[in-house]
């Protein structure tokens, strides 16, 4: 009797939880899921793929939530002014602004005011077809936490105006000519002010121009010349200031484009530093140079001038090859091609046109 009763106890305990468990179940089936029951956090990771308007385009009429999301100071906004009318949205903060974008082809200064100062935490800054009157104008602004301006216009040739002068407290400078030679013209500057460490040169500079502009820039640890990029011909050259030169002691990159095919293999080895780790060399060079840009010897000079911090160099260069030549072509391809040196690139030619694709690097056991 006592056994058939604990036997009818478990049974009904059992019924009992597997009811609970398919109630649960059943329950859980029912219950919606909401947009709402994401969390912020999740949101914020989302907003960051959309610039501020699309971010209102978008998301500004789900619900009151999200709004109330896109107006929270935590959310750093990324603003593109590209628009004569254009009207910073009644949502967001001027402290949300971290990025910002302004097209000067469609700013009227008689009937539109920027308050860039406004935005205190501001760190990057994109400036395009800004003349140099505006540019000096915000250049005035005390944005205390601007890391990172990029200006395309006419008047970022003017590169020590701009480093010494207007945005000397930056760490990233971003300048792209517009076509326009850049200018390194000497003047009297305070060196200690200066904090850019990363410099980005889109146009062309000649090699003495160049060796100029170190002074102005002592903390440098990375250097791009690119889309243009250094050209140097012999009867514009001050040796004199390449023959004192003094680079940056923290330049460890470097990407050197090379134009005008006129940059000889010997003018390239006094342009690195020994203090550099990483090299990407682009561009086209005279068919005279070729021979001395596929001589190992010529690299291995170069690396050695270098400190045993050098990591590689990163080759991506082209020439013409004399058509009437086609045996020599040959010969060069082929010896290339065995030169164990070369093992890491990639040699082509193409209706006498020669490709070099790869990387360069020390040879750890010498």
């Known amino acids: ?12 305990t059992n019924n009992n939880y597997k009811y609970k468990l398919k109630k649960q179940k059943n329950d859980n089936s029912k219950r919606q899921s909401h947009i709402e029951d994401l969390s912020g956090e999740i949101w914020f990771e989302l907003f960051a793929y959309f610039d501020g308007q699309s971010l209102i385009n978008v998301f500004s009429q789900l619900n009151s939530y999200i709004t109330s999301l896109l107006s929270d100071y935590r959310l750093p906004i990324h603003l593109n002014i590209l628009c004569s009318n254009f009207q910073i949205p009644s949502l967001f903060n001027t402290n949300q602004i971290v990025s910002l974008t302004i097209d000067y082809s469609y700013i009227n200064d008689d009937n539109q005011k920027l308050h860039i100062n406004s ?23 005390p944005l205390n936490n601007l890391c990172q301006i990029s200006i395309r216009a006419k008047c970022a040739r003017f590169i020590t105006k701009i480093i010494s002068i207007y945005f000397p407290n930056v760490n990233r400078l971003i300048l792209n000519s517009m076509e326009k030679e850049f200018l390194v013209k000497p003047f009297q500057h305070d060196k200690t002010k200066n904090r850019i460490e990363k410099l980005t040169l889109n146009g062309r500079i000649k090699l003495a121009k160049l060796f100029r502009l170190w002074s102005f820039v002592p903390n440098l640890r990375s250097l791009s010349l690119i889309n243009g990029g250094v050209h140097q011909c012999d009867y514009w050259m001050d040796e004199n200031i390449i023959s004192h030169k003094n680079f940056p002691p923290n330049l460890s990159f470097m990407h050197i484009n090379i134009c005008d095919d006129d940059m000889s293999f010997s003018n390239l080895e006094r342009l690195i530093p020994k203090s550099i780790r990483y090299l990407i060399l682009s561009g086209s060079m005279a068919d005279d140079d070729l021979n001395d840009y596929l001589s190992s010897t010529n690299w291995i000079r170069l690396i050695s001038n270098c400190s045993n911090k050098l990591n590689y160099i990163k080759l991506n ?50």
């Not at 009797?1 to 009904?12: A, G, H, Q, V, W």
């Not at 020599?328 to 040196?341: T, V």
Request: proline share 2%; hydrophobic share 35%; glycine share 2%.
């Open 119 to 141: 935005f205190i935490r501001l760190r990057s800054l994109c400036l395009i077809y800004i003349n140099d009157e505006q540019l000096e104008k915000v250049s005035q602004f």
């Open 1 to 12: 009797m006592e056994l058939r009763k604990r036997s009818l106890t478990k049974d009904f």
């Open 317 to 366: 260069i082209s020439s013409y090859y004399d058509p009437s030549d086609s045996t020599g072509l040959r010969k060069l391809l082929l010896d290339f091609r065995n030169n164990s040196f070369f093992h890491n690139t990639i040699i082509k030619s193409q209706n006498f046109f020669i490709t070099i694709n790869g990387y360069i690097k020390p040879d750890l056991n010498q």
